[in-house]
């Protein structure tokens, strides 16, 4: 299990379209070494709903996966099962117009956790900034 946090720069109802819209959700939602075109991405926001998109990497190798909605109360909060065991905890709370996000990871794999932990951080650092107000 582990928990990151990431201050993003606009609020909770502007944020939560990284989980409902496919380009907001291809912009940080990528793996180290490839892509996540929007148009490779479909969103059916409802429990049980999925997520499916494809990664793909500079030569076209493509890889297909898909992330299952749990529980989903937007723009506060949304649960993801990743992988199984693997489930998602993401937290979204107002604070002086900003968005303080909790991701709370718990079932994955003890020996694969330092490296999806360096790989989530990068994702919510790529959130922060497609969320970033401009000037």
Same mark, same amino acid.
């Given at each position: 299990m582990f928990t990151l946090t990431q201050v993003i720069e606009a609020p909770p109802s502007e944020v939560a379209?990284?989980? @409902? #819209?496919p380009e907001a959700f291809a912009a940080w939602f990528v793996a180290e070494g490839f892509g996540t075109p929007s148009d490779r991405v479909s969103v059916d926001a409802r429990p *049980? *709903?999925?997520?499916?998109? !494809?990664f793909v990497g500079p030569d076209g190798a493509e890889v297909p996966f898909?992330?299952?909605f *749990? #529980?989903?109360d937007l723009p506060r909060s949304v649960v993801l099962h990743v992988d199984d065991p693997e !489930? !998602? @905890? !993401?937290r979204l709370d107002e604070v002086d117009g900003r968005t303080h996000l909790e991701y709370e990871s718990t079932g994955a794999p003890a020996d694969h956790e330092s490296t999806l932990r360096a790989g989530v951080a990068a994702m919510l650092r790529r959130m922060?900034?497609?969320f970033a107000y401009p000037g």
């Amino acid at each position: 299990m582990f928990t990151l946090t990431q201050v993003i720069e606009a609020p909770p109802s502007e944020v939560a379209r990284a989980f @409902t #819209e496919p380009e907001a959700f291809a912009a940080w939602f990528v793996a180290e070494g490839f892509g996540t075109p929007s148009d490779r991405v479909s969103v059916d926001a409802r429990p *049980g *709903g999925l997520i499916s998109a !494809v990664f793909v990497g500079p030569d076209g190798a493509e890889v297909p996966f898909s992330v299952r909605f *749990g #529980e989903i109360d937007l723009p506060r909060s949304v649960v993801l099962h990743v992988d199984d065991p693997e !489930v !998602v @905890t !993401v937290r979204l709370d107002e604070v002086d117009g900003r968005t303080h996000l909790e991701y709370e990871s718990t079932g994955a794999p003890a020996d694969h956790e330092s490296t999806l932990r360096a790989g989530v951080a990068a994702m919510l650092r790529r959130m922060a900034a497609y969320f970033a107000y401009p000037g």
